[in-house]
């Protein structure tokens, strides 16, 4: 074991929500190991509060400008600083820490994401959607600052653990592992009616709204595969999804002498955080220990590109580029959205992603080489994806 003088200093952006909390959890069961720094929030100013309030942080930012008077309020007479707004996000993510939680859900993390890569700092990441959005750039910009970048995403923290880097031109194949989500068995016609309630009910985690539809869609695992396609610099050729209910292999690389390193862990995030926190020591995780001989089996199939769209939307997005994917995100944030506020049916999700995939192909296709076009090219996307009308969505491919 390391043997360390100070607390490392650790800043969560997105403190609030599920990675967020499971590292405050993990942070305060380590006290001499971890303090924390700065913790941020959407709009929820009480609870960010109370989490600052109970894990001594030095600073706490709401990214909403109207929630900041209650955050202020909230925090008065703790000696905690208060900031709220953007560029607030911004500044607590360069704050100066020995580590940064990137734990933001969606695009809305890529600008504080990727101001941190820019500063060198060390960034647990599990934000995917800044890579998926700016995959390129994102890397480009740490790898010329010098960042290391660690994942947090369960199954690129297993490719991590298994893929040995001076062996990177050895390698096959890289498998990432999916759960199937709930709909795994359903029917095209039972998944028409699925509702939303349905869909975030996971098997085997608990999550966030969001990545929970997105892992019912096996959108998720499309966002994925693009993660790791900039994570590891591996061309598309060689990613690929196998389907593995229990959820214990997380991800395996295959080489080209036949062998296959894989990374088996329970079902709890605390396990790849716990990890990214301490790279590369190892700290003591108190997640239910993996019991293979009571589990008896483990169980493997294809995933089904026909009756889960999104992930074939995906793949191809991958293998046209940058603009395609920063789209195929927008897009599919906002028909996340429209499907948790009751307002598209399940299928629409990927509908609408595949026609606006569809309409920025016609139009040329551009790709953002900047902070500015991703963000221009996200905002465009979202446009057209709020202005589809379900009821003429089109199967295009
Ligand atoms: P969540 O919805 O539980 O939490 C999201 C956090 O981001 C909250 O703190 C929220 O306040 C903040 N946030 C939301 N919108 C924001 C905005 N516009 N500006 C600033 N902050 C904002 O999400 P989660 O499940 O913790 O997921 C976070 C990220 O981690 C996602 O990218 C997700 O794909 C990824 N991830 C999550 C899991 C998991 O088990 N939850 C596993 C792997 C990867
Ligand atoms: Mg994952």
């Known amino acids: 074991m390391t043997v360390q003088t100070a607390p490392q200093r650790i800043s969560i952006l997105g403190a609030t929500g599920s990675i967020g909390l499971n590292t405050l959890d993990l942070i305060g069961r380590t006290p001499e190991r971890f303090a924390v720094e700065a913790v941020t929030a959407d709009s929820n100013a009480e609870a960010l509060a109370e989490l ?25 007479g703790s000696g905690i600083e208060a900031a709220g707004g953007p560029t607030a996000l911004i500044e607590a993510a360069v704050r100066p820490a020995d580590r940064l939680m990137a734990a933001i859900v969606g695009a809305a993390g890529l600008a504080p994401t990727l101001a941190a890569a820019q500063h060198g700092t060390t960034i647990l990441l599990a934000n995917k959607e800044c890579l998926v959005s700016a995959g390129r750039l994102f890397m480009e910009t740490a790898r010329a600052s010098g960042a290391t970048i660690l994942p947090v995403d369960s199954e690129h923290s ?98 080209r002498d036949g062998s296959v390193v894989a990374q088996l862990a329970e079902p709890d995030m605390r396990t790849p955080i716990a990890y990214s926190l301490a790279w590369p020591d190892r700290i003591q995780a108190p997640t239910p220990r993996l019991d293979l001989a009571g589990l008896g089996k483990l169980t493997f199939e294809q995933p089904d590109l026909d009756r889960f ?70 905002r465009w996307s979202r446009d057209v994806a709020r202005s589809l009308i379900p009821e003429q969505l089109e199967r295009t491919g």
């Open 52 to 76: 600052a309030r109970r894990h001594g942080a030095r600073h706490a930012v709401v990214a909403d400008p109207d929630a900041y008077k209650d955050l202020k309020a909230a925090l008065a």
């Open 158 to 255: 297993a490719i991590f653990q298994a893929l040995e880097p001076t062996q990177k031109d050895c390698i096959e194949r890289v498998t990432l592992t999916a759960s199937g989500g709930p709909f795994r068995t359903w029917s095209r016609e039972r998944m028409a009616d699925a509702l939303p309630e349905e869909a975030v009910r996971h098997p085997n985690w608990s999550m966030g709204a969001k990545v929970s539809i997105d892992s019912a869609t096996l959108m998720n695992k499309g966002l994925e595969l693009i993660e790791a396609h900039h994570l590891f610099g591996l061309e598309p050729d060689r990613l690929d999804v196998l389907v593995h209910p229990e959820s214990i292999v997380h991800g395996f690389v295959a080489y």
């Open 309 to 378: 769209p999104a992930l074939r939307l995906a793949i191809r997005a991958m293998r046209t580029g940058q603009g395609a994917a920063t789209v195929l995100n927008a897009a599919n944030e906002i028909a996340v959205k429209l499907y948790l506020q009751g307002r598209i049916r399940f299928p629409d999700i990927a509908l609408i992603v595949e026609n606006v995939l569809e309409k920025h192909s016609h139009e040329g296709g551009s790709e953002p080489n900047s902070l500015a076009d991703a963000l221009a090219l996200d």
